[in-house]
Every structure is written in structure tokens, then in C-alpha cells.
């Protein structure tokens, strides 16, 4: 009767273990902290992907619509998994997609453009990773949510999923 | 492209093999001839050879820069050193599980040949249990992570391999770690086929006990090796971070510890028989179960190679199969025989070998919670944690008193009753060390009466076992040596953390800056080109109180493939300490950042977790000795 009971309870307790860990490797590697106060873009100057030129964020930020600011890399292989998911936002009229082109080579980053497509109304460069830094990023890729104010409403540290997708969508409508 | 195909089918033969060797020993195992069929050794040797070659031509592929496999071209590039380029081949997670299989049939294999003597039923159980493991592996590897996939077009260039992994210890260091850890799998293969034989005696000790000993050799090393990587390359100047992926190699070092001693009391007295079924079975399932928390991507470490959910997947359901197969046997078929050899006189060696069963017992559970208490929060409430090194060493260190003072007495105790001898010499031995210690400590800590009694304990080991060393007659030096090198181990760590300093400013070329213990000159800053990567070097003199001058030279080094900016440190070492010094480039300006770290006795962490090792050696090339 002993014998029974604890290997139910053996039983009962790896199924909640199974369980537990299946849910955890559901459970994308994405994380969204929560934002106490709404911090304000940092002021910055950037290199611009195609032209070589300076650009500042006034510059970029400038149109009174949302902003999404997606920190990628060429050599990131979870960059590669969201991007078709930044596409299809990118086809949304009501948000603008900024590229942060982290510590990368610039021809491998064209290459990784021209075979995946290019969601960004915008790429900047950030070679050394300190304009990331600022943004307050974890580590590529993440994905940052600017509202009117130009202020930072959410971030999601990880590739975006579908889930992460439709709840983009409701905030920028 | 050819070793590629090789390769491929080699597995699938490999895994052919498996299958037959299965069928074959099943009809051989009520054949009334005493010894197994010959063609189950020959066709084990053949798995073996086919998983060898296998193996073989990932490594040709990657020498050759074979770019047509795409994990040549995911973890190679044409101008990594041929060193880096074979070291590669292991250095990702297809690469990994190849060796993961290498390590299992090699196992297998030199446990048929190794065992002879013991009964037909048992070795041919034993096979079968390891090829259960054996099969899931193959399928694992060709289901979900083939190493030999085709890429075509074939790209000119690979992506590189990490420019972190590319350290000579680490490329070491996983063909040694998986010795051990993969090594844990005939363990639980043969005491689960002890267990269905009811063959746990004294004779199944002697004979486990020395795969036991080789596991737990070379997990001891393949672990010191990470832990050296961990301090030269990644520079924090540490050597043990309790990082998930060094915890989930810890725990069955644990476990495999305690099991080694439980051995001993089994091939003594044929006690303790659930304990040693139990730790076998725990010591792989924690194998598994670290292999699943590191290559699942459900932690995030250096060791995560990709995000594959059907692979975690896969190895989840798997570990389970095994945890269930495993506690099914060990119900249905597990009997203990003669509960009254389990009741032991309170002091005597046996209790003492439970008690320090107890205490890594403990050491397990916290190190498990640790663990994997975030991953399981994350799931439940959504709430992101991370358990940093104050949760482990604020629950562990003060255990670790207890713990010594049972250690430097236990093995001075005598089997079945005992009682403590020359009591007067180890009175005096322990006041010698409180002594010592105390004078040693007295203005170096703040909180100096609790690390006086945890050094003092810790000194008394050292002089107990140091004693037992010399003036013992020899007949258990293995022992001895090991539980000596544990001692110095500790007593090193602790030393390390009391006296350590260090300095973190920012400094640019030519400049000075003075501390109360010396001087740091910034002299000059130098470029290098190598073929994977462009260094800056710094030119640092270092003066110290006594005015005695030592050069450092850290270098930032940016690697072109894949881009990474890596700082690597210089350390100049000595007997007494490592003088550590790592700069960083500040954004914007023309200063360094630099951390310069004295870090005493060092050296003497990696040389006692040598002579830990060198002591399990000891006990196991005795014990063949003998025979």
C-alpha cells in the first residue's frame, strides 16, 4: 500500500516536472519587462545603412505616428526567425519601422537585407553597440514601441512572435 | 561532399546495429551457454567503428572547410587555425551529440570486454538498457539534429565559430566533461541491470566501483577545464559563476561523488544497496537533464547553441521515458534482502559515508533549486528571476563546516564499530588550526570569527589527511590523496575570496595611477593583425609596494567572423597569486576602462582539483592491481 502511494506521488510529481518544462520550452525565449515610467527616446546622431550620412533623431522620429524601433544583426539567428513577422507589420500604415543594425558587418547586413526583405522605413547603424545600450537593450534582437510622444511604451527582449504581433497591432491602432 | 554521405550512413548503420544487436542478445539471453554470443561483442565493436568513422568525417569536413555540411558552414570559417577548425567539430550542438554517441558505444563496447567474469544475464541486461540510450541518441541526432545536412548552393565562406569557444581548454574541454558525463550512462545501464538480476552485492560493487572511479575522473577534470575557460577566456575574473550550465555539471559530480562512497560501503558490507541503485539512476537522469536545460534554449547560456523547440522536445520526452523506465525497475524489481546490514553502529565508517551522503544531498537540492526553481516561477507566474552566487554560497558555505569536520574524521573510523583513536593528537590538531587561522585572518576580514571556524575546519582536514598521508601505512593513499586535494581545494577557494583586491578605473596612454598598494602605468598601445582577428594591445607596468615592477599586456581583440569585440585579459601567474589585468575600450574617448585583480592561490585551485582527480586515478589503477 506504501509502495503504491509513493509511486503515485513519484508519478504525480514528474508529470507536473513534464509539464512544467514542456511549457517552458513553449515559452519563447522572448520577455517583455514591465515599463514603470515611460522613458523618453534618447537624443542621438546615427550613421544611415544606405548613405553613409549622419542622421539625428529628431530627424527620424519626426512624423506624429508610432515608431517601432527592432535591434537586429546579421550574424543573429533569432533575427532571422522574426523577420518575417516585421514584414507583415511593416505592410501596417500606421507604424514605422527604424532598423538598429547592431555590431555588424555592413556587407553581410545587405546581404541579410536583400535576402529577406526589407521591412525598415529606415536603418541605422550602431557599430560598437553603445547607441543600443542607451536604448536600455538586453541583446539583439529586441524590439522597442514608441508612441506619439515619443515616448518608449514597451519592449520586448527576444525574436517577436505572432502573440507579441496582435498586441503591436491593438496598441498602435 | 563524400564525407558527408560517409558520414550520414554510418549513423544509419550505426543505428541498424543497435537494433540488431537488441534482437540478437534478447534470443541470447535464455541460451543456456554461459558466455554471451561472440557476435555481440563483434557487432558492438562495429557500432563503435561506425560511429568512429562518422565522427571522423564531420572532423575531415571541417578540416577541409567543406561548406557543402552546414554545420561546417554554421560554426567554420577558411581562416581559423586548423587547431580551432578540428576543435570546431564539437564545438556545436550537432557536432556535440556525435560525440555524445561516440562516448556512449565506446562505453559500451569496453564494458563487454571489461566484464568477463560476470554473469551472462547481467552483462546482456546491460547492453540492452544502453542501447535503449544508444538508440534514442541515433535518432535524436538523425531526426533533429543531423550533423551531415546538404547545403546547396555551397556558400564560399562559413559564419565562424564563436571567437569565445576558440581556447585551447575549451576545445579540450568537452571531450573530457563528456567522458565523464556521458560516461554516467554504463552506471545506470549496469545498476539497472543489477537491480532486475537482484545482483546488487559485493561483487557488483567491486566491479562497478571502477566505472564509477573513471566517470568521476574525468567529470572532475572535464569540469576544472570549463572553470579554466571560464577565468582566462571570458575574463570576470572568476572561475565559478554558478551559472546554469556549470551547475547542471555539478550535480551529478555530486551525486556521482556520493555514489562512489556508497560503493564502498556496498563492496564492504553489502549495504546501502537503495542508496546505490537510486544515486546511478539520479546521476545519469541529471546528465540528461542538463543536456535538456542547456541545448533546449529553455536557459539562455553560452552553451545554447540553437532554439530548436522539436529538440527540446525530443531529449524532454526522452529523459522522462528514461526516468520512468528506470523508476519502473527499480519498484517492480528492487527488493532489499537484508534490511538489518542497513543498521549501523552510530560511529563507525558506514555512518559516517551515509552522513556525507546527507550533506551532498543537501548541496544537490540547493544547487537543483537554483537551478531550476526560475525556469519553473517563469512558467507558473510569468516572472522572470535570476538566482545569482550570494543564494548559493549564503546556503552552502556554512554547511561546509559540518561537513569537513565529518570529512577529517570520517575515514579515520573503522567498519561496523568504532572508536575515535588518539583523540589527544586531534585535539591538538584542531587547536593548532583555529590557531593558525586566527593569526592568519585577524586583519583581513570583518566577519572574522565565522571564517575562522570555517578555515580552521578546513585546516584541520588538510593536516588530518596531510598526517594520515605520511605517517598511515599506505593501503588507501587514493583516498587520502583525494580527500587531501579537496582540502587544499577549499582551502584555496577560501583564501582566494578573503584576500582578493581589485581595482577598476579609467585610464589612457601614458598615464599613471596610484593606489595604496602600488602604481599602474598606462605605457603605450599597440595593434596587431592576426588572420581571425585585428588586437589592441596594452603596454601596462605594474608597481607594487615594494617597488618590484611586473608587465601586463590585455588585448581588445575585434574578430571578423562572426564580429565580435572579445577582451582578453593577462595574467601573469605565480605560485603565491595571478595578477589579473582586462581593459575594455570606454565610448568616445580616448581612455580604458581597466580591472586589475590580485587574486591569491590561484593556481592552487586548479592543482588541487588535480590532485582530487590524480586520487581517483589512484583507487582505480590499485584496484586493478590486485586482481
Redesign the interface.
Known amino acids: 500500500m506504501k509502495?503504491k502511494l509513493s509511486?503515485f506521488v513519484?508519478i504525480i510529481f514528474?508529470s507536473f516536472c513534464?509539464v512544467?518544462?514542456?511549457?517552458?520550452?513553449?515559452?519563447p525565449?522572448t520577455?517583455s519587462?514591465k515599463i514603470k515610467d515611460k522613458k523618453n527616446i534618447p537624443i542621438f546622431e546615427a550613421k544611415d545603412f544606405n548613405s553613409n550620412s549622419y542622421l539625428n533623431s529628431e530627424k527620424i522620429f519626426e512624423e506624429d505616428i508610432f515608431y517601432i524601433i527592432n535591434i537586429w544583426a546579421s550574424?543573429c539567428?533569432?533575427c532571422r526567425t522574426e523577420h518575417p513577422l516585421l514584414m507583415g507589420l511593416s505592410k501596417n500604415q500606421s507604424v514605422k519601422l527604424i532598423g538598429l543594425n547592431y555590431?555588424?558587418?555592413l556587407n553581410n547586413a545587405k546581404k541579410f537585407i536583400n535576402k529577406f526583405g526589407n521591412p525598415y522605413s529606415q536603418i541605422i547603424i550602431d557599430e560598437?553597440g553603445?547607441l543600443s545600450v542607451e536604448f536600455g537593450a538586453f541583446g539583439v534582437p529586441e524590439t522597442f514601441i514608441i508612441d506619439k510622444n515619443k515616448k518608449i511604451i514597451k519592449k520586448i527582449v527576444g525574436p517577436i512572435n505572432k502573440e507579441i504581433v496582435e498586441e503591436i497591432k491593438l496598441i498602435i491602432k | 561532399m563524400l564525407a558527408n554521405q560517409i558520414g550520414y550512413y554510418s549513423l544509419i548503420l550505426g543505428l541498424l546495429l543497435s537494433v540488431l544487436l537488441c534482437g540478437i542478445s534478447i534470443k541470447d539471453f535464455n541460451n543456456s551457454s554461459k558466455q554471451i554470443n561472440q557476435k555481440v561483442l563483434s557487432l558492438s565493436f562495429l557500432q563503435l567503428v561506425f560511429v568512429i568513422v562518422s565522427f571522423l568525417s564531420l572532423i575531415f569536413s571541417f578540416v577541409n572547410s567543406d561548406f557543402s555540411n552546414e554545420t561546417v558552414f554554421n560554426n567554420s570559417h577558411t581562416t581559423k587555425p586548423l587547431f580551432y577548425k578540428i576543435s570546431g567539430t564539437w564545438g556545436n550542438h550537432e557536432g556535440s551529440l556525435l560525440l555524445w554517441l561516440l562516448v556512449l558505444t565506446l562505453f559500451i563496447f569496453l564494458f563487454l570486454i571489461k566484464s568477463r567474469e560476470q554473469p551472462k544475464k547481467y552483462r546482456i541486461l546491460t547492453l540492452l538498457f544502453q542501447q535503449i540510450i544508444i538508440i534514442g541518441f541515433f535518432l535524436f541526432v538523425l531526426l533533429t539534429s543531423n550533423p551531415f545536412n546538404y547545403l546547396f548552393p555551397i556558400p564560399i565562406e562559413g559564419l565562424g565559430l564563436n571567437p569565445i569557444l576558440q581556447d585551447p581548454a575549451l576545445a579540450i574541454h568537452p571531450p573530457i566533461l563528456y567522458l565523464g558525463y556521458v560516461g554516467t550512462s554504463i552506471i545506470f545501464s549496469s545498476s539497472l541491470a543489477a537491480v532486475t538480476q537482484n545482483y546488487i552485492s559485493k561483487e557488483w560493487g567491486q566491479h562497478v566501483k571502477k566505472w564509477v572511479l573513471v566517470s568521476w575522473v574525468f567529470l572532475t577534470l572535464g569540469i576544472m577545464l570549463g572553470s579554466i575557460w571560464a577565468y582566462y577566456e571570458l575574463g570576470w575574473g572568476g572561475f565559478w559563476f554558478w551559472d546554469p550550465v556549470e551547475n547542471v555539471s555539478l550535480m551529478p559530480w555530486l551525486t556521482l561523488t556520493a555514489l562512489l562512497h556508497c560503493i564502498i560501503v556496498l563492496e564492504r558490507r553489502a549495504a546501502l544497496t537503495s542508496w546505490v541503485v537510486i544515486l546511478s539512476i539520479t546521476t545519469f537522469t541529471l546528465s540528461m537533464c542538463g543536456t535538456f536545460l542547456v541545448r533546449s534554449g529553455i536557459l539562455n547560456s553560452v552553451h545554447t547553441f540553437a532554439n530548436d523547440p522539436t529538440r527540446g522536445i525530443f531529449i524532454l520526452i526522452f529523459l522522462f521515458v528514461l526516468i520512468a523506465l528506470s523508476l519502473g525497475v527499480f519498484f517492480l524489481f528492487h527488493n532489499e534482502n537484508n534490511k538489518s546490514s542497513n543498521n549501523f553502529f552510530w560511529l563507525s565508517r558506514e555512518t559516517s559515508i551515509l552522513i556525507n551522503n546527507w550533506f551532498m544531498m543537501y548541496f544537490l537540492s540547493v544547487v537543483l533549486i537554483g537551478t531550476v526553481y526560475p525556469i519553473f516561477l517563469d512558467v507558473i507566474s510569468s516572472e522572470k528571476i535570476s538566482v545569482g552566487p550570494p543564494f548559493y554560497q549564503k546556503l552552502i558555505v556554512p554547511f561546509l563546516i559540518p561537513f569537513l569536520l565529518f570529512m577529517s574524521l570520517g575515514p579515520r573510523l573503522k567498519w561496523v564499530k568504532s572508536k575515535i583513536e588518539n583523540k589527544y593528537s586531534l585535539i591538538i590538531t584542531f587547536i593548532i588550526s583555529v590557531i593558525l587561522t586566527f593569526f592568519i585572518l585577524k586583519n583581513l576580514t570583518t566577519d572574522l570569527l565565522f571564517y575562522t571556524v570555517l578555515v580552521s575546519v578546513a585546516f584541520f582536514l588538510f593536516f588530518t589527511t596531510l598526517k594520515e598521508l605520511f605517517i598511515k601505512k599506505l593501503n588507501n593513499t587514493g583516498q587520502t590523496v583525494a580527500h587531501l586535494g579537496f582540502s587544499l581545494l577549499i582551502l584555496s577557494i577560501l583564501f582566494n575570496s578573503i584576500l582578493s583586491s581589485e581595482i577598476i578605473t579609467n585610464i589612457k596612454v601614458g598615464e599613471k595611477y596610484n593606489y595604496s598598494e602600488g602604481e599602474i602605468f598606462f605605457k603605450k598601445a599597440e595593434e596587431r593583425k592576426e588572420s581571425n582577428f585585428n588586437a589592441i594591445i596594452g603596454h601596462f607596468e605594474i608597481k607594487d609596494k615594494s617597488g618590484k615592477i611586473i608587465e601586463l599586456k590585455p588585448e581588445i581583440r575585434v574578430y571578423n567572423q562572426p564580429i565580435i569585440i572579445t577582451s582578453e585579459a593577462d595574467i601573469k601567474t605565480t605560485l603565491l597569486d595571478d595578477k589579473f589585468l582586462a581593459m575594455n575600450l570606454v565610448k568616445g574617448n580616448e581612455y580604458f576602462n581597466i580591472r586589475y585583480q590580485v587574486k591569491p592561490f590561484m593556481v592552487w585551485i586548479w592543482i588541487s582539483v588535480l590532485l582530487l582527480s590524480f586520487g581517483g586515478l589512484m583507487s582505480l589503477l590499485k584496484k586493478r592491481y590486485e586482481k
Open positions: 509502495n509511486s513519484v514528474l513534464f512544467v518544462f514542456y511549457k517552458g520550452l513553449n515559452n525565449n520577455y519587462p550574424w539567428v533569432p555590431r555588424d558587418n560598437d553603445t
